[in-house]
């Protein structure tokens, strides 16, 4: 979380604005890594510069620690992979105490994902972090925990009820994730912005499975996992465009980006910002090399600010 | 920031150890002379081609200068992409990974006990080890491998599951009765998980409390931040083997 003055926000190479602002909140460039795929900031911070990035979705957080599923865990897929973690975490009162002072001076944004079984524990782990970091995303969109989580985020009531709640429980502005898998993204993204959510996120993972044909044995322990990975990609474009042309509240757009042109994608079809998530586990420098193609794509394009070119497909 | 980053080394020596394991000599851009028992045991994490989504972690099996030896087994596409790679191509790897194995800390006889692909990640501790006895166990005597390596580098016994070379049964098992002969101080093993229950045992019933364990899982991004790789440690903790291990202290992971 940086306290900074934040004169970083024009890249210090080109004289293009890669700044992008949600929810009154300056990024210096609207590329950000995905919850789950860069622990809590220290781990990624031992392999990339992230005050390079806009923002970091830190680790899924929950009020009680989390053991998370058994294994195995993890299945390759074809341009992707399956995970069933199951929101494994060390619980708010570590996270507060012995995680957050190692992070708070990482010059960059610092965005705390929470999780809950219970409306009344999404609250009260939102105001247990007080205003320590920069906004919350609202998890409603796990798809590999039993209780809560997706079951809020698959019902439009029950995500503005949430949604509503928690607004009254923090100071932050609130990110909510949503889940792909509804029938209609749209209907869930009003209804988030109905309980007054202040920018949304999407898309989480595609519930999957696979299967070993030889075995004949469900590859995953938990039977089904979240699909992730550059084969999402379209389903992704196709919602962020959907969920824009029907809120009015800016969008994070995420799933499957490899590349900048994949962050461009996103951009163009609304987004104001994008998170990278499975690219980072395939190579820990993707984020990096993707602010550096996206940058080579604004030249390319002649594009001065990223404002310009937010939705700008036809 | 570490150097762990992901960088092309060439393939420069490539052998067949068996009908579906190979041996593997890469070129790197660090000379490890100095530095070869602080790299014991850590792994490198391999990108497998396109048709492959995740990098495939392979223990370091020796280390000579600044070129790094990784045997392994063709178990799914992942490895049969590497196994299809030819001297002169490059594989892209993110390296070195993880915690090996600590002989800093070492005085008096090692017991080195290896399973199957499992005495891999052993061989280098085999060499740089001054005192140790090795007990390798195999299926049969046509799935051995490295036990003449093995034996040019420290007195070693091999176990064979049906008796066709050596001791019938399994290592551990021949390694317990070598207590009767050796003071053992240290134990480090690698192999089937209930092969290194048994060795979990036989160091607590010895009295051993150095006994280091090195763990296979699959992984996703070896750099601890995906947590799709963990153990259970006896605190009760889910722990990601790619940082935290793949060598863990015996007495500090459950099994169960």
Redesign the interface.
């Known amino acids: 979380m940086s306290s900074s003055n934040y004169d970083g926000f024009h890249s210090a190479t080109a004289e293009i604005d890669t700044s992008v602002e949600i929810a009154g909140v300056l990024f210096k460039n609207p590329i950000t890594a995905a919850s ?4 809590f900031g220290t ?7 992230v005050s390079k990035i806009g923002a970091i979705f830190l680790k899924g957080l929950t009020l009680e620690p989390r ?2 599923n058994p ?4 299945a ?6 399956l ?1 069933s ?1 199951g929101l ?1 975490n060390p619980g708010a009162d570590v996270f507060i105490n012995e995680i957050l002072p190692q992070i708070k001076h990482l010059d960059t944004r610092l965005i705390a994902n929470i999780s809950g079984n219970t409306a009344d524990e999404y609250c009260r782990l939102a105001e247990k972090l007080g205003n320590e970091v920069d906004m919350l995303e609202i998890n409603v969109s796990c798809p590999n925990v039993k209780q809560g989580c997706m079951a809020f985020g698959t019902s439009a009531s029950a995500v503005e009820s949430l949604v509503c709640s928690i607004k009254k429980s923090t100071p932050l502005p609130i990110i909510v994730k949503l889940s792909p898998n509804v029938t209609d993204i749209c209907e869930i993204a009003k209804a988030a912005e109905a309980g007054g959510a202040d920018a949304l996120s999407l898309i989480n993972t595609l519930l999957g499975m696979r299967i070993d044909v030889r075995s004949r044995k469900i590859v995953l322990h938990n039977k089904v996992g979240g699909l992730s ?1 550059p084969c999402i990609k379209p389903v992704a474009i196709r919602m962020v465009w959907q969920v824009c042309s029907c809120v009015e509240i800016p969008v994070i757009g995420l799933g499957g980006i490899m590349s900048g042109e994949d962050a461009a994608e996103f951009i163009l079809a609304g987004a104001s910002a994008v998170s990278v998530g499975t690219a ?6 993707a984020l990096i090399n993707i602010c550096s193609e996206f940058e080579d794509y604004l030249k390319s394009q002649g594009v001065s600010r990223v404002k310009d070119i937010i939705g700008g497909a036809v | 920031m570490d150097s762990s980053l992901p960088l092309n080394m060439k393939i420069i020596e490539k052998s067949k150890l068996s009908d579906d394991v190979y041996s593997m000599w890469l070129k790197c851009p660090v000379d490890f002379s100095g530095s070869v028992s602080e790299h014991i045991g850590k792994f490198l994490h391999i990108e497998c081609g396109e048709s492959n989504f995740l990098r495939r972690p392979i223990s370091i099996c020796q280390i000579d200068g600044n070129r790094l030896r990784i045997a392994f087994r063709v178990k799914g596409s992942g490895t049969r992409f590497m196994a299809s790679a030819r001297v002169g191509d490059s594989l892209n790897v993110l390296w070195p990974c993880g915690k090996g194995f600590d002989i800093s800390s070492v005085c008096g006889k090692s017991l080195i006990i290896g399973g199957g692909i499992g005495v891999f990640p052993l061989y280098q501790l085999a060499l740089s080890l001054e005192d140790c006895v090795c007990t390798l166990g195999f299926q049969d005597e046509n799935s051995m491998f490295f036990q003449k390596e093995f034996s040019e580098a420290c007195p070693t016994f091999v176990a064979t599951d049906d008796g066709s070379c050596g001791y019938r049964g399994f290592a551990v098992s021949l390694a317990d009765e070598l207590f009767e002969k050796y003071q053992f101080k240290n134990i480090f093993a690698c192999g089937p998980v209930p092969m290194l229950r048994k060795v979990q045992e036989l160091a607590a019933r010895n009295g051993i409390s150095n006994c280091q364990i090195s763990l296979e899982e699959r992984m996703a991004c070896g750099i601890g931040v995906c947590m799709v790789c963990v153990c259970r440690t006896v605190y009760g903790e889910n722990v990601p083997v790619c940082t935290c291990g793949p060598v863990f202290n015996a007495a500090e992971v459950d099994l169960s």
């Open positions: 789950g795929t860069c622990g781990e990624l911070a031992r392999h990339i510069d053991l998370g294994l195995p865990r993890v390759e897929t074809t341009a992707g992979m995970n973690v494994q990975g980072t586990l395939k190579n820990p420098r």
